[in-house]
């Protein structure tokens, strides 16, 4: 199965906005409404932000939110801070294989 | 609060196995899936599979024919064998819960390093 396409890296300055891409296909994004998006910090553990594209697990701050269109979901974070300077990798299911998961290449934030 | 640990082997000798447990601690693994994601130095994630305390897998299609996961309801710990490994194999493999069998994963191990080398 293959992985998602995400930007290899975006950036921004304290208190912008950015949004980062994650674009599959008719097989996993695009069939489905069960994206959801991790943070990871170096040398730690990816973190949930989001699940069922926009639905935020309880502590991940209101400024992290997304959506879906066709084969493409969105991470939008808003008002970014330096804690914020991350990789971040989104996933879906796959209708390739039985329950199956796929993760996008992952995009690394940097905060100017 | 559910937690994660990974133990097991560092480090394995090309083609042979490699095994791994999760300890879950502070919840029952009988009412979730769990999964083993990876991790390649400097590369993105990579699901391996999940399982649920009835015996049903799921596998990573490019992973099936070495991977098989266990649980062990009467130890709360589930486990990973890979065969056959070569260096492609080196990663941080992490083991994550799977709520409700759906493709988000809400508690995850700390990592552990396997590094596959003579």
């Known amino acids: 199965q293959s992985a998602l396409t995400q930007p290899a890296s975006v950036s921004g300055s304290p208190g912008q906005s950015i949004t980062i891409s994650c674009t599959g296909s008719a097989t996993d994004i695009g069939g489905y409404s069960f994206v959801s998006w991790y943070q990871q910090h170096p040398g730690a553990a990816p973190r949930l932000l989001l699940y069922?594209?926009?639905d935020r697990p309880s502590g991940v701050s209101h400024r992290f939110s997304g959506s879906k269109s066709g084969n493409t979901a969105s991470l939008t974070i808003s008002g970014l801070r330096t804690e914020d300077e991350a990789d971040y990798y989104c996933?879906?299911?796959?209708?390739?294989?039985?329950?199956?998961?796929?993760f996008g290449g992952g995009t690394k934030l940097t905060v100017l | 609060q559910v937690q994660l640990q990974e133990s097991g082997p560092g480090l394995v000798k090309p083609s042979e196995t490699l095994s791994l447990t999760c300890n879950v601690s502070g919840g029952s693994i009988s009412d979730y899936y769990w999964s083993w994601i990876r991790q390649a130095p400097g590369k993105g994630l990579e699901w391996i599979g999940r399982g649920f305390i009835s015996g049903v897998t799921y596998y990573n299609p490019s992973l099936r024919s070495r991977v098989t996961l266990s649980l062990d309801a009467s130890k709360n710990q589930f486990s990973l064998r890979l065969n056959s490994v070569t260096a492609a194999d080196t990663a941080v493999y992490y083991c994550?819960?799977?709520?409700?069998?759906?493709?988000?994963?809400?508690?995850w191990g700390q990592g552990t390093l396997v590094t596959v080398s003579s």
């Open positions: 069922d594209v926009n």
């Open positions: 994550a819960r799977n709520p409700h069998g759906s493709n988000w994963f809400d508690y």
């Open positions: 996933n879906s299911y796959t209708s390739t294989s039985p329950l199956g998961v796929v």
